[in-house]
């Protein structure tokens, strides 16, 4: 029996979404510290900024990391890797979610996480303001039908999520074409973000992170984690981070984690805040297993349940 630990990605967020969480003992010292890595004021933007400024993509993203961290903290009662049940855990992240799971599997140390992600953040900031883009779901479909009206419009498929739910990104234009014309028993839904990112829209920003790379110490994940590019597990400290500068401009196969999920035996997945999307895909995505979606404090409970659960039934 194996237990995911996943982290969501940008769009996930909402106004105020981290306010109880800082009502906990710990964690407003813990989220200070992680504003100050990042050089932003996440307590702020997690309690009191408004829709707009979060969807900003340079505050977004330290903020979702950020949200991961602090919460995983609470819910495995100290680092991840230190865990009783840390070899039974497999740990993913969909886009910058995959920062969070770094951390969380000791690839990267929460103050590399933070520079990556804020220096991640600014430049692909930059790079959405050359062009105007965006990005939208295509819910339901024909797979194939699904890819060719996305190509036909001359769009990437940016993110494969699941069967029946692909991201396509590009320019507005691109995209209102899209919507104008969407595939057969297919709906279009744009997302809260500010670029096509997962695009070649986003090569600029590769040049910021390769700058960064010196400054960064990479270690080998000390549990394990899985790649977005190809669900594949990850092994190496150095190729990992090679893996999310270049995932920057090049698609995310979240449905590829979720078919590993599949062959490792995972029955059970917890989604860390800003919760719900990947949650909801397990329980359409992988029959039979339980998924709990940490929204807020009180839904600790319950993931702590699964995870006991889990260790029960190994021991069975």
Request: hydrophobic content about 45%; charged content about 15%; proline content about 6%.
């Amino acid at each position: 029996m194996v237990l995911a630990i996943v982290c969501p990605g940008q769009g996930s967020q909402s106004p105020g979404f981290l306010a109880p969480w800082l009502e906990l003992p710990g964690v407003a010292d813990h989220l200070q510290q992680l504003s100050d890595m990042a050089g932003i004021d996440l307590v702020l933007h997690g309690t009191k900024s408004d829709a707009e400024t979060i969807k900003d993509t340079a505050v977004a993203q330290p903020l979702i990391v950020a949200a991961g961290l602090v919460a995983a903290r609470v819910l495995l009662d100290g680092e991840a890797v230190s865990h009783p049940r840390a070899s039974e855990i497999v740990f993913a992240g969909h886009s910058v979610g995959e920062i969070t799971a770094s951390a969380l599997s000791g690839a990267l140390t929460e103050a590399d996480a933070m520079a990556f992600v804020r220096r991640r953040a600014n430049s692909m900031a930059d790079a959405a303001a050359q062009t105007p883009t965006g990005m939208s779901a295509v819910l339901g479909g024909d797979q194939h039908e699904v890819a060719a009206a996305i190509e036909s419009a001359g769009l990437t498929a940016a993110n494969v999520n699941a069967a029946g739910q692909t991201v396509a990104a590009g320019t507005l234009e691109q995209l209102q074409a899209l919507a104008d014309n969407p595939p057969a028993k297919a709906r279009v839904m744009p997302l809260k973000v500010a670029g096509a990112f997962h695009t070649e829209h986003m090569a600029p920003a590769l040049g910021a992170l390769e700058q960064l790379r010196p400054q960064l110490q990479p270690r080998d994940p000390a549990v394990t984690l899985l790649s977005n590019y190809d669900g594949g597990m990850v092994v190496d400290g150095h190729a990992n981070l090679d893996s999310l500068v270049a995932q920057v401009s090049r698609p995310v196969r979240w449905d590829l984690c979720m078919e590993r999920f599949t062959t490792m035996g995972v029955n059970g997945l917890i989604e860390l805040p800003p919760a719900g999307t990947l949650a909801g895909l397990a329980k359409r995505g992988l029959p039979g297993a339980t998924a709990a979606a940490v929204k807020t404090p009180d839904d600790l409970t319950a993931a702590r349940d699964l995870m006991t659960t889990e260790a029960a039934e190994e021991g069975a």
